[in-house]
């Protein structure tokens, strides 16, 4: 497989998909669209709504029933990234190689923004569920439950994450950052990916496992990259975190064990895929890519 | 009837029900599930939890129905008013008599409790909804489809108001705001209790014009209070808006005017629900209640 451009499809189906969420009728609240247009459609890399629609495509071909899911949690995924970018939070001033929202706009609008992309991933949900016909309906109103309180989940997370800025930190609390602040929703794509899908307790079981592990992975390469990342690549200034003393992997355990972990925990993700055979392929390489990305 | 006294037991169903709500589990976020509490029960009239019972009381009697819409609806309250005070919106210190969120806690704190709390309301109707039997799903899917489509309306009024702060503004975007920033959660709250009460097309229109003028009566009392209520009732300054140059119907009208069309709209409020006759008498004496409470 050509997992790159396996991933560039991907990429393209979800931008597409997203523009068509993005508001542009003429109207009174428009710059508030705007600032809520420019983080959604701000060029991420879409790892979260491909997760959803890769993890759908081991069970079922027609995506387009997995997709509203995949929009929300793209739209959720955004809002935690304007609120944190904000002064009273990390105070970043770039992401993805431009200005953040509110240095873009101004800090109150990005407040809004991103309170409003948040609420929108509910009113995608809504829509969506409004659609769905009564067989349908039992395992959508659990997945919107699990959806709501993996973002609880995600918001308690980023909190700590602020609570122990600069300060030393334990192991269980730098866990608890990781699988709450981007574990969670991670492993909210897969799991309706699976749920969606129809899969079996046993399949959903191990796609979690799966979920927790890139999870993991997702975050300690952050932290590698945030450490020596190219910033040019990165698209926002390395050594932020070592700066304002920010509680990372690399800082609990140093570049070359936090590399270390980071490669076994990759083995473990992808081995947590075995039973699905040559179908995982895509979720495999992901893992890889996971690891291996310079941004 | 004994408006002052119904209104208080209507308050402490209220108070009881958010309660239940209330994180009370040691936890390694216990600060942001503090600072959540501290604004869910800081004391506010409750005034749209209890127009959502009062609306429901109007068709039926079992109002632990339409309780968890009503807890949800004071969740999104109190988010909208923590992002409010913020520094880069409002800027307040003072609320309800005591210190904003974010100067009690700080301000990550203030901004992720506020979406925790936006986020909390869809996790009691995502619970509420999978607990509900099919015949009931319709409408309640349709509640859950315009709790958040009112959510965003008052996220974009809230903006437009940030927007025009320090400046000139029309009459059709002063009454925008009005509309989306205050009117359209409080029209949620009449519609969700008529809905969920299964009041005919008709009433429920009916009840939607009583919520609009209530609505705009609210804030037109609000912009009066700001200007000359009395602080120590208040429990915040007055004088703020005008120091900050904000756009208020008394900045546009005058006090004088500001008055005479308040008394107008809450006359068209309560006679909006002249077919309910005396099952109306408590919504008829909120509407009062609104235009001459002295916070």
């Not at 709504?49 to 739209?75: G, R, S, W």
């Not at 602020?162 to 192991?171: A, D, L, P, Q, V």
Request: aromatic share 8%; glycine share 6%; charged share 35%.
């Amino acid at each position: 497989m050509d997992f790159k451009a396996e991933l560039k499809k991907y990429q393209e189906i979800v931008e597409k998909e997203l523009d068509k969420y993005v508001r542009k009728d003429k109207c009174i609240e428009e710059t508030l669209n705007k600032s809520m247009e420019y983080s959604l459609m701000g060029g991420g890399k879409r790892l979260r709504p491909i997760l959803v629609i890769a993890t759908y495509q081991l069970f079922k071909n027609d995506i387009e029933k997995c997709m509203p899911y995949a929009v929300a949690i793209e739209m959720v995924h955004n809002f935690s990234l304007i609120h944190d970018d904000l002064p009273g939070i990390d105070n970043d001033d770039f992401r993805h190689g431009r200005q953040t929202n509110h240095k873009k706009f101004n800090e109150a609008t990005a407040i809004l923004a991103g309170d409003g992309l948040l609420n929108s991933a509910y009113i995608v949900i809504s829509e969506e569920l409004q659609k769905s016909v009564q067989e349908e309906l039992k395992e959508k109103l659990k997945i919107f439950n699990e959806f709501s309180l993996a973002v609880d989940r995600m918001i308690a997370g980023e909190y700590i994450d602020t609570e122990y800025e600069g300060k030393e930190i334990s192991t269980e609390y730098l866990d608890y950052i990781h699988i709450n602040k981007t574990g969670a929703l991670l492993k909210l794509c897969v799991r309706m990916g699976a749920i969606l899908g129809q899969s079996s307790e046993e399949e959903l079981q191990e796609l979690s496992n799966y979920a927790d592990k890139i999870g993991l992975a997702f975050q300690i390469k952050d932290d590698i990259l945030s450490e020596e990342g190219d910033e040019k690549i990165l698209g926002k200034p390395v050594g932020n975190d070592k700066k304002r003393k920010k509680c990372t992997y690399v800082s609990k355990y140093g570049l070359q064990e936090s590399k270390q972990r980071l490669e076994k925990i990759t083995q473990e993700a992808i081995k947590s895929l075995d039973k699905f055979g040559e179908k995982a392929e895509f979720l495999k390489e992901l893992a890889l890519y996971i690891q291996n990305r310079n941004k």
